[in-house]
Nanobody
Framework: QVQLVESGGGLVQAGDSLRLSCAASGRAFGTSAMGWFRQAPGKEREFVAGISVSDGYSDYTDSVKGRFTISRDNDKNTVYLQMNTLKPEDTAVYYC????????????????RGQGTQVTVSS
């Protein structure tokens, strides 16, 4: 089992930045890929970003490219999501997820998921 705990959400204004953290424990990093999803009220879950734990390869959904950066610190078993130039449409609950394949994360599949952290961006 892998436990994922997110932190760093909050209420910000449009144009501001936030950094989300996801700490993994248990069979930490026994999975090969970690990533972030988000879900806004009334909308489907959306892949945001994913990263390969071993080589750092990363991928993003088009709407966040150039604004968000995913990174990992293998020593701390932690994955980060740096979110810059936030927009009201980024408002959602952000979930950290882990799986053996970044490809599965990209299509919305995952083996483990955290409880989520709320990000609210006011206009």
């Amino acid at each position: 089992q892998v436990q994922l705990v997110e932190s760093g959400g909050g209420l910000v204004q449009a144009g501001d930045s936030l950094r989300l953290s996801c700490a993994a424990s248990g069979r930490a990093f026994g999975t090969s890929a970690m990533g972030w999803f988000r879900q806004a009220p009334g909308k489907e879950r959306e892949f945001v970003a994913g990263i390969s734990v071993s080589d750092g390869y990363s991928d993003y959904t088009d709407s966040v490219k150039g604004r968000f950066t995913i990174s990992r610190d293998n020593d701390k078993n932690t994955v980060y999501l740096q979110m810059n130039t936030l927009k009201p449409e980024d408002t959602a609950v952000y979930y950290c997820a882990a799986d053996h394949s970044i490809g599965r994360l990209y299509i919305g599949e995952y083996t483990y998921r955290g409880q989520g952290t709320q990000v609210t961006v006011s206009s």
